[in-house]
């Protein structure tokens, strides 16, 4: 399983963009990177996946360089309701339902 | 659909009570897991399943139990409370077909152990 290291928390204002950026120096051929959102007292939830390049949804983007061997989860100005904790999680098809969970990145966004 | 669905969502015990937290989601998923999480602390994994049928260990397996007789339900069992079980526990489940699917994870089950 790759073993994946984010900074454990990150401090933001409203308005700005927000970059956490995942290392995953031994992701796997068949690996994919997916990121999670996880407020207070509730489960996480998913917020974007990609295999290489850059993905974009509405919610985020991740951008993924062509070694693969690390990842930024971009929010484009954030608000309050950002304040969450971030998990990277990286896997694929070979670990079948084992999804290990890092210890997240803090996001505290500010007025 | 109502997602993936957990049972009690608050429950006190007594060090050396057993009981079954319940798991249930209606989206025909194949994958199903359940996770812990003490306070200010990640996610750690305890059982998996890859089918009905199909079990696993995870990462913090010990004090639990867990089966999958049909693919909707996944209950975990503590076989016998202890204080350091005290912490939250949210199941999940996805597709498990495809490259690497979303997982959707319950509400949670709030463990108190005295």
């Known amino acids: 399983l790759a073993k994946t290291t984010q900074p454990i928390s990150m401090d933001s204002y409203e308005g700005q963009e927000v970059n956490i950026t995942c290392s995953h120096n031994n992701i796997a051929t068949n690996d994919y990177i997916t990121w999670y959102q996880q407020f207070p007292s509730q489960g996480p939830r998913f917020i974007i996946q990609?295999?290489?390049t850059k993905v974009t949804n509405e919610v985020a983007s991740l951008f993924i360089p062509a070694d693969r061997k690390s990842s930024t989860l971009s929010l484009p100005r954030v608000s309050l309701s950002d304040t969450a904790v971030y998990y990277c999680?990286?896997?694929?098809?070979?670990?079948?339902?084992?999804?290990?969970f890092g210890q997240g990145t803090e996001l505290s966004v500010k007025p | 659909n109502a997602g993936v669905t957990q049972t009690p969502k608050f429950q006190v015990l007594k060090t050396g009570q057993s009981m079954t937290l319940q798991c249930a989601q209606d989206m025909n998923h194949e994958y199903m897991s359940w996770y812990r999480q003490d306070p200010g602390m990640g996610l750690r994994l305890i059982h998996y399943s890859v089918g009905a049928g199909i079990t696993d260990q995870g990462e913090v397996p010990n004090g639990y139990n867990v089966s999958r007789s049909t693919t909707e339900d996944f209950p975990l069992r503590l076989l016998s409370a202890a204080p350091s079980q005290t912490s939250v526990y949210f199941c999940a489940s996805r597709a498990g077909s495809g490259g690497y699917n979303e997982q959707f994870f319950g509400p949670g089950t709030r463990l108190t152990v005295l």
């Open positions: 990609g295999y290489k």
């Open positions: 999680l990286v896997g694929g098809r070979n670990q079948g339902g084992k999804l290990i």
